[in-house]
């Protein structure tokens, strides 16, 4: 089953605009990541934050990190249409885990020209 | 350095058949994790090797197995196969440290008639 819950499950912006999605999980962990999927394709790693972080940058991306709501978010800045993807979010547990991540459910972000 | 490879690429089985998938990690990645991925359950974790042991095991019937060898790649079978194995299967490696960012292949897409 998965560990949680993201928000929105599909997101339709336009071009420039920025879009937002956030997790929540359920169990302690040793970090969170997010992850692109382009239809049906392999995941791409986008950006890890560690449980003692709470705020990360990589380019046009933002994820912040709240430990105590066991909640993080994913903010894409300047959005383009080839950033078109699912995007998902996945902890890996505190203990127990080793290189096991378990994943949201995923938000599927559309951006139109 | 060349990325993750999974073979083959498209599968297509009939119920109680069994298969062999094919994961090839990232030059120097020692572990190597299956996901199984669904429209109804999402991406769900299968296991985890390293150095040739399995150390991580999720909740999935004993029909699933795997297997690494000492070069770290990596085959995975499912005997007995059932209508609802049909899915995508994603490999990804990881350097030893645990919890580390993981590296997805393209996937095999098995479909079980």
């Known amino acids: 089953s998965q560990q949680g819950e993201e928000d929105p499950q599909a997101l339709s912006i336009q071009e420039g605009e920025n879009a937002t999605m956030n997790c929540s999980y359920k169990?302690?962990?040793?970090?969170l990541q997010w992850y692109r999927q382009n239809s049906g394709r392999g995941l791409v790693h986008l950006i890890l934050i560690r449980s003692n972080e709470r705020e990360k940058h990589s380019g046009r991306l933002r994820v912040t990190l709240d430990t105590s709501k066991k909640s993080s978010s994913l903010l894409i800045t300047a959005s383009r249409a080839a950033d078109t993807a699912s995007y998902f979010c996945?902890?890996?547990?505190?203990?127990?885990?080793?290189?096991?991540?378990?994943f949201g459910a995923g938000t599927r972000l559309a951006v139109h020209p | 350095k060349a990325g993750v490879t999974q073979t083959p690429r498209y599968l297509i089985k009939t119920r109680g058949q069994q298969v062999t998938l094919s994961c090839s990690p990232i030059s120097g990645h020692r572990s190597v994790s299956w996901y199984q991925q669904t429209p109804g359950q999402g991406l769900q974790f299968l296991f985890e090797y390293f150095s040739e042991t399995q150390r991580n095991k999720g909740n999935f019937p004993g029909r699933f197995s795997g297997r690494q060898f000492s070069n770290s790649r990596s085959e995975m079978n499912v005997s007995t196969l059932e209508l609802g194995d049909s899915a995508l299967y994603l490999c990804?490696?990881?350097?030893?440290?645990?919890?580390?960012?993981?590296?997805f292949g393209p996937g095999t897409r098995l479909t079980v008639l």
């Open positions: 169990t302690s962990i040793n970090n």
């Open positions: 990804a490696s990881s350097l030893e440290q645990i919890n580390n960012e993981q590296f």
């Open positions: 996945a902890t890996a547990p505190l203990s127990g885990g080793y290189n096991k991540l378990i």
